[in-house]
């Protein structure tokens, strides 16, 4: 079992930033490929970014390339998502997500490929 808990949210203008993060508990963190989902209000929940085991491969959603960027610190059992150039559009609750264990470098667009989920996070960008 692996428990997921995400911080780092809140109310920013556009074109700030913003670091969540996510905090891991549980079975060995390095085992897992790591993903960030969001959700903005009426839609459904899509994928963002993405990051595997050991964190050598990294994919992100296309309207977020270049602004944000995931990264993992296992020592510390964390993984973050940098955001920055902040958009209205990125308004959403995001979410952290762990998949079933894996000893491969692949790395999952899919939420039926995350077992373990977070409570979710409130990112605000206001225009």
């Known amino acids: 079992q692996v428990q997921l808990v995400e911080s780092g949210g809140g109310l920013v203008q556009a074109g700030s930033s913003l670091r969540l993060s996510c905090a891991a508990s549980?079975?060995?963190?390095?085992?897992?490929?790591m993903g960030w989902f969001r959700q903005a209000p009426g839609k459904e929940r899509e994928f963002v970014a993405a990051i595997s085991w050991s964190g050598v491969n990294t994919h992100y959603l296309d309207s977020v390339k270049g602004r944000f960027t995931i990264s993992r610190d296992v020592s510390k059992n964390t993984v973050h998502l940098q955001m920055s150039s902040l958009k209205p559009d990125d308004t959403a609750v995001y979410y952290c997500?762990?998949?079933?264990?894996?000893?491969?470098?692949?790395?999952?667009?899919?939420?039926?490929?995350?077992?373990?989920w977070g409570q979710g996070t409130q990112v605000t960008v206001s225009s």
């Open positions: 549980g079975r060995p963190f390095s085992t897992y490929a």
């Open positions: 997500a762990a998949s079933r264990p894996t000893t491969d470098e692949n790395i999952y667009y899919h939420q039926d490929d995350y077992l373990y």
